[in-house]
């Protein structure tokens, strides 16, 4: 092989080589390109995440508050309810010794 074949055959595997880099270049860009509208769409779909996020983060608080609320009612009522069975078992007893009195009265 002469000089100039040599060179000759250089050039061309550089040139190969050269074009099979820029289709390599022009597929990767091809592909990982991303158009102004996916972008626009990636964005509008950030936004309504962030405001899920927010719609739920008030709905957790609400939830909270009202658990708070429901709890404290309840207690209110369970401690009604023993002042009121309380009173019930007093007036069960009294209305038993007044009946004791009663009948003794009336065997007098």
């Known amino acids: ?3 100039t074949e040599f060179v ?9 080589a050269f074009c099979l880099g820029w289709f390599a270049n022009w ?3 091809r592909f990982t390109r991303v158009a102004a509208d996916d972008v626009a769409q990636l964005d509008r ?5 962030h405001e899920a996020e927010e719609t739920r983060d008030q709905a957790i608080t609400y939830l909270q508050q009202r658990e708070a609320e429901l709890t404290n009612q309840l207690a209110q009522t369970e401690a ?5 069975m309380d009173g019930l078992r007093d007036a069960r007893h ?10 003794g009265q009336r065997a007098l």
């Open 27 to 29: 597929l990767i860009h």
């Open 8 to 16: 000759i055959a250089t050039a061309i595997i550089l040139f190969v």
């Open 94 to 103: 009294e209305t038993e010794e007044l009946r004791a009195y009663a009948e």
């Open 45 to 49: 779909m950030a936004q309504e995440l």
């Open 1 to 3: 092989m002469s000089r």
């Open 80 to 84: 009604e309810l023993r002042a009121a």
